[in-house]
Structures are given as C-alpha cells and as structure tokens.
C-alpha cells in the first residue's frame, strides 16, 4: 500500500493507493475450485470446465495453464508459491494475465477459408497513403505499412501523372497533399503485406493516367509482384477464388480503363466539414455511432427515383484528357473489374449468372440503396463485390457506421484508418476476429436462399436468439501507464464503464456502470443483459471514462470484441488507446455469459 498526495492551493489531499484485491465473487469461487488454500492442476481443470466454459479441455492442458500460471506469479513477485498450485492471489493473478483474456490473441484463422470472396468481410482502407486529413496532409508509405501490419487487405492508391507528366504520383488529386512515388510504395507493400496475414492484399487503384503512363505503372506493378501478382486470364471471372486459394497473392482491382472521359464537374459540391458546436463528449471521443434504427424500422413507402450516379470513388477527379486508346498490358493486369453503379438502381444490382464484379457507392448512397433494395443488395453481395466508401465532406478522416454495410452483405467497407475514433474501433473490433487475418465469414444469414428463392431481409425484425449477460468486475492499470495527475489534478480518477452493443438496430444499445469515485482500481460489480437477434454480427463495445463534473470526461481506454469471438467465463479485457493501441497494463476483469433462448413449439 502507498499514498499519492494532490496539492490544493495551500494544502495537501493523501489517498491510498491500495493493492488491486480480488472482489468477493473471485474469492468464493476459489474456495469452490481449491482446497486447503490450494489450487491445484485438477482444480483449475475443473474451473475451466465448469466456470470458463471450456468444456473439452484436458487435464493435461490444464497443466500446462498451471504452469503458465506460475510462471506468471513468479516473475512478478519474489515470493515462492507452493509448487503444486496456485493462492489465492496467485489465482486473481492469472485471471487478470493475457493467459486468460477475452478473446484470444493466439487462436488461429478458423473460418473456412475456401469459399468465394464475396462471402467474406475484408478489411478494406480508405486513400490509404494518406498520413492524416483528406486535404493537405502527406502522402507517404508508412501508412499503408502500418495498414498492412495492421492485418488491412485491401489498399487504395490513386494514380497521377507527376507534374512532369513523365511518371506516376500517388495523391489525393484535386487537394493539395504532397505526392508519394507509386513506385516506392508498390515496394512497401510487397515487403510487408503478408507480414501480419497470408491471405491475398487486394489493391484498388484510382486511375487517372494516360495510356503511355498506364504502360509505365503496369511495368512497375509487374517487376516489382513478379509471381506473386494474381492475373486471371480472361477478361472477366465467373466466380471469385477463395482467400485460400490466394494465399500469398496480389491482387489488382480497378474499372477497366475507359475509351474516353468526358469532361465533368464535381457532383456533389461538399459544404466542407460540418456546421455545429460538437458535444463536449464528441470532442473527447468522436462522434457516438449513428443510430440506423429509426432509418431502417421507419421504412415505409418511401422510393428513390431509381438513378444512382456513377459512385467510383472520386469519380469527379477523372482525367479529361486521357486518350482513346488503352495500355493493353495494364489492362491485363486487372483481376477484379470494378462495375458502374450508374443509371436505374435496379439495372447494376442484377446479379450477372455469367460474371462477377466489384461496385463501389459512397456511404450516403449505401444508405439509400439498403433502404430501398436491401433484400436485391444483399443478393447482389452474396456473388459481387461491394465497395463502401466515406463521403466527401469527411476531410478530416472520419469515419461512419460499418454496420450497415455489413448487415447487408457489404465486402468492403473502406475506412480512413489513419483516423481514430468509434467507428474505426468498431472495424478494428470485427478484424480481431478469425485469428485476425483480415477476412471474416459471412453469416450464414447473409449467403443463404430459402424455399423460394428469397434472401434474408435486413429490415425485417428477428427473434431473439441469445441473451448476453456481461459483468464488469473491476479495472486495474491505469496508475502504471498514466501521470498521477493525468485525469484530475487534484484527486485520484472517478471511472465508470460504458458498455453496449453494437449490430443490427434491433440489438444496438449502450449502458453504463455507476462511477467510482477517486479510486485508480475501481471496482463496479456492475451486471447487464443485451438480448440479441443476430448476434454474428454483433460486437460488444467498452469504454472506460473519467467523470469530470465541471469539464469533458476524460478517456480511459476503450475496446471491441466480436461477441461471436468471446471466451465465456471471467476474463480479462486488455484496453486500448484511441488509436486502436494497446495499453500496457489496464485491463478490466469481466465475465460473459450466453443465456440461450428456449423456443416454444
């Protein structure tokens, strides 16, 4: 035990600092699981089985946790434990250990991995060369590396002649970002895009080259991927290969060039960033997810007009002056056509029984067209491509809510990683999934056809299928990797958790625990139910606050895990920064819990 002092103008406040205690709960469970004081392997077996969920485990491999475990107390501590097993704080030890987190950051790709690409989520970017906002920030490779290393498999880079008209520039044209060589990082990403994953890296390209620059960055594409760039072969697929199939590969995806690009302005002509003092929580966390409830249950009558714009991304950037003819060896190159969107809705969402193809639409249009041809999308997803991009008027790297993409099938929906904020804690959330490879299966939901021949409809309402019971225990870390007086000046931090739902709007909803006052370990004991209909699609969402009376609450870390991917039982929750980081120490201890719902015949 210690003291911390805070000085108040002319005197001292102390608080103690205490020693993180296991909570009444983990103390009766210990003496259910030991004896003598004593956890023993055969003990902690049987823990697992009963309290953890791990029902296959074998008594060996309990032993081998033992001896983790001991490990662990070992090292952190000069004491010697007994040797057959664990005290109990040796045991509050190893709950709060990465040895037993919430989902593991061991556990390999388990997916089947031998299906069509579009029967996949990938983790896709959005202008990804970009180091920070859409308008004048550098352009660079550290981004797309540290996209890659991330688990990102789809990198976008746009294309333009340099200002001597001679080579290639990556470069958000019509901005006035400085340009990055596509050279340098056509190297970068060859270096590092099987570093963090080995399935396929898709690149999608911005093409506003004329025909003898196109032959330019098709002869660098080529010597640089060599043999490990996809080319299909035929001037259009069938059928999408498998991330299996892939592995190790490099795959280029773009509209074929055109024979001729008119002349066009811009659109949508963007008001730039939005009108509107921000919220004081909004200026400390980003913007709260938007809510698609009220959008997608309030659907009625309401058609659009059946048109939708060519929505390429950036279409308004296209080169005037690119020529007739086409480079034939770039054209070679492209693996995955990119389709137009243009004209009658739904004319582009037939779905070809000849071809595949990959469209993209921005996030407005994406909104119109699921509420509109939701079910005619999600067929259209089962087979094609979908490309989801952020609409202009985010230059400052923002990003929107991946649900609704997701919740319609959507492949791609590209985010500017650079950023931070909900959003892209979201998208960071579901890419932890499958061993994080940066493909996620579907949903049976999304791929099937029934009887009939219809496809799940996203507006319609589903019965619950499992109750999610999560309770937040306590949280420790936060003296080890803050300032004393990082969250107040003047006293020890007042945490409180939010804690909700993410997914289809009828399983969206946030909660909160109490707030602890001025206490650097909390602990709330703090229970709460999310009942959920789809619950493939759902993806639990933490944040840890620090309640500030008079100013913005300050952030404490934050966290969100596939519900699909989470270890029942107590576990610990590794918290992470605003970027998407983990911190080093804070973790809060929770437990999960799956009530299955009992169907009434």
């Not at 352009?139 to 290639?168: F, Y």
């Not at 999308?377 to 202009?392: A, I, M």
Request: aromatic letters at 8%; a negative charge.
């Amino acid at each position: 035990m210690s003291k911390q002092t805070y000085r108040i103008c002319c005197f001292q406040r102390k608080f103690k600092l205490k020693e993180a205690e296991a909570p009444d709960e983990i103390k009766e469970l210990f003496g259910r699981f030991s004896e003598n004081g004593i956890m023993t392997s055969e003990h902690l077996c049987k823990f697992l089985k009963d309290v953890q969920g791990e029902e296959n485990v074998t008594k060996e491999e309990a032993e081998t946790v033992m001896e983790s475990a001991l490990k662990l107390v070992h090292e952190h501590l000069n004491i010697v434990f007994h040797k057959k097993g664990l005290n109990l704080d040796g045991f509050f030890r190893y709950l709060f250990s990465d040895l037993n987190v919430s989902i593991s950051t061991h556990k390999k790709v388990h997916h089947d991995m031998t299906a069509p690409l579009s029967h996949y989520f990938i983790y896709t970017s959005h202008n990804t060369y970009l180091t920070g906002n859409q308008l004048n920030s550098d352009c660079s490779d550290v981004p797309i590396i540290k996209a890659l290393q991330q688990g990102v498999r789809v990198i976008e880079l746009d294309m333009w002649p340099n200002s001597s008209k001679d080579n290639v520039d990556i470069l958000h044209g019509g901005t006035l970002t400085p340009p990055v060589e596509l050279i340098q990082c056509l190297k970068s990403i060859k270096e590092h895009a099987f570093v963090a994953s080995e399935y396929p890296v898709i690149i999608t390209l911005e093409d506003h080259l004329t025909p003898d620059l196109q032959a330019k960055a098709a002869e660098m594409v080529t010597q640089v991927f060599g043999d490990i760039l996809f080319t299909c072969g035929t001037e259009c697929l069938s059928e999408f290969p498998s991330p299996e199939s892939l592995k190790g590969r490099i795959i280029i995806s773009t509209k074929p060039p055109k024979e001729y690009l008119e002349s066009k302005k811009t659109s949508e002509k963007e008001n730039g960033s939005q009108k509107g003092k921000k919220s004081s929580e909004e200026k400390a966390w980003g913007a709260e997810i938007s809510d698609l409830s009220q959008k997608m249950m309030a659907f009625s009558e309401n058609k659009d007009n059946g048109e939708c714009q060519d929505d390429e991304a950036d279409s308004h950037h296209e080169n005037p002056n690119i020529q007739q003819n086409i480079a034939p060896e770039y054209k070679h190159l492209i693996a995955i056509q990119a389709g137009k969107s243009k004209g009658p809705t739904s004319e582009w969402l037939t779905v070809d029984p000849i071809k595949v193809k990959r469209v993209s639409l921005n996030e407005e249009k994406l909104i119109n067209v699921a509420l509109n041809h939701g079910q005619d999308l999600v067929r259209f997803t089962q087979r094609n491509l979908l490309r989801v991009y952020p609409k202009g008027m985010r230059v400052d790297s923002s990003n929107y809510n991946p649900l609704i993409g997701w919740m319609h099938g959507t492949q791609m929906v590209a985010f500017n990683i650079q950023g931070h904020g909900r959003p892209l804690w979201l998208m960071q959330g579901m890419f932890r999934a499958n061993g994080g490879c940066g493909y996620v299966k579907k949903p049976e939901l999304l791929l099937k056809t029934d009887a009939n021949n219809e496809v799940h409809d996203p507006k319609r309402l589903l019965s619950v299928k499992t109750t999610l019971k999560v309770k937040v225990y306590m949280g420790k870390g936060w003296h080890l990797d803050f300032k004393r007086t990082h969250f107040d000046a003047y006293s020890p931090p007042d945490f409180y958790v939010k804690i909700g739902i993410a997914g289809v709007p009828a399983d969206s909803r946030v909660k909160k625990t109490k707030a602890i006052e001025d206490n650097w370990i909390p602990t709330w004991n703090d229970e709460f139910e999310f009942p959920l209909t789809v619950p493939e699609l759902a993806l639990l969402r933490v944040e840890v606050h620090e309640y500030d009376m008079s100013e913005i609450d300050d952030f404490g870390g934050q966290t969100c895990i596939p519900v699909s991917e989470l270890r029942t039982g107590i576990r610990a929750v590794p918290i992470y920064n605003e970027k998407g980081e983990k911190y080093p120490s804070v973790k809060l201890l929770m437990c999960f819990e799956f009530v299955k719902i009992m169907l009434h015949v």
